[in-house]
């Protein structure tokens, strides 16, 4: 059974950091692109951040870079998204999703930050 579970979110004032954590199981996370993507109320989703199966290549949408890193660590089966300097607009869901090897996407149930003085 294919698991990824968010956790980390929660209310930070601005200028604050997260981090936040995305266990996965049940697929074959170390050869499986991981991505990070948020949904505020009202819009689209957005995807942010990329990282590579091995973790040596990473993408970054314009509203993060500089802000926010992506890393994994293969052997925990774990991603993480660290988030520096929180903006109120950076209030959304965030969302782990893995795409395997053969194509397949996965989400995570997703996790709550509220950026708010």
């Known amino acids: 059974q294919v698991q990824l579970v968010e956790s980390g979110g929660g209310l930070v004032q601005p200028g604050g950091s997260l981090r936040l954590s995305c266990a996965a199981s049940?697929?074959?996370?170390?050869?499986?692109?991981m991505s990070w993507s948020r949904q505020a109320p009202g819009k689209e989703r957005e995807r942010i951040a990329t990282?590579?199966?091995?973790?040596?290549?990473?993408v970054y949408a314009d509203s993060v870079k500089g802000r926010f890193t992506i890393s994994r660590e293969n052997a925990k089966n774990t991603v993480y998204l660290q988030m520096n300097s929180l903006k109120p607009e950076d209030t959304a869901v965030y969302y782990c999703?893995?795409?395997?090897?053969?194509?397949?996407?996965?989400w995570g149930q997703g996790t709550q930050v509220i950026v708010s003085s």
């Open positions: 990282i590579s199966s091995a973790g040596g290549n990473t």
């Open positions: 049940g697929f074959p996370f170390g050869s499986s692109i």
């Open positions: 999703k893995a795409r395997t090897g053969w194509g397949t996407d996965y």
